[in-house]
């Protein structure tokens, strides 16, 4: 069925790095990816979106384009903070209904 | 605006007892309501979804009912609860239309001993 793959392990960089977390997915048709964030003590949410190839979806500073010849929906951020501190979740949209598939996540943790 | 409630926060019980957690959405009519539960090491899996009251899917099949009694009342249930069921449960909501936007409750742990 289709699914969703994200890097293992937790994500440690400090202020200002860059950050790169990859998502790669399974799927038999043409689904729409999404990457969902949550901050300690809150639930998901929505952070960007694409839904066709090629499509960059960008938020935040956050930013990941949707790669149909690699299967990916890669995240990045030039520059990241504190408050980037996190679990992300990669997902994908291919049932309808919003039934969307999620990926392990990766907990961010950026130094000062 | 629109809310989500999602209740107990946290919760302790024994194998073989019964379960209910429940969730509530305010400030939107007719949502599509989900819940989805979160083990460790696993990411979120889709348990079940409803479109209208009284209409569940099931997901996986498992130890787990759900029901939905009213509009934006979306309950979790277990007759007997197993150690496998120990987990983190999150109820989501979203529009009709196929958005691929969930607005999540802050989810509630399950810890069966």
């Known amino acids: 069925g289709d699914s969703v793959t994200q890097m293992e392990g937790p994500v440690t960089l400090s202020e200002e790095a860059f950050l790169t977390i990859n998502c790669t997915y399974t799927?038999?048709?043409?689904?729409?990816l999404f990457w969902y964030v949550q901050y300690p003590g809150e639930g998901l949410q929505l952070l960007l979106k694409a839904t066709k190839a090629d499509d960059k979806g960008s938020n935040k500073g956050f930013e990941a384009t949707y790669r149909k010849e690699t299967t990916s929906f890669h995240l990045e951020k030039g520059s990241v903070q504190v408050s980037d501190s996190a679990v992300y979740f990669c997902a994908l949209s291919a049932y309808g209904n919003n039934r969307l598939a999620f990926g392990k996540g990766n907990q961010v943790v950026v130094i000062p | 605006s629109q809310t989500i409630h999602q209740w107990p926060a946290t919760l302790v019980q024994p194998v073989g007892s019964p379960l209910s957690l429940e969730c509530t959405v305010e400030g939107t009519s007719n949502p599509n309501l989900y819940w989805y539960r979160q083990a460790a090491g696993r990411g979120l899996q889709l348990l079940f979804y409803?479109?209208?009251?009284?209409?569940i899917s099931s997901e996986v099949p498992q130890n787990l009912s759900a029901s939905r009694p009213q509009d934006r009342q979306f309950i979790l249930s277990s007759k007997k609860l197993l150690l496998s069921d120990s987990g983190f449960y999150l109820c989501?909501?979203?529009?009709?239309?196929?958005?691929?936007?969930?607005?999540f409750g802050e989810g509630s742990r399950l810890t069966v001993l």
């Open positions: 409803s479109v209208g009251i009284g209409q």
């Open positions: 799927a038999t048709g043409y689904p729409s």
């Open positions: 989501a909501w979203s529009v009709q239309m196929n958005t691929g936007e969930l607005f």
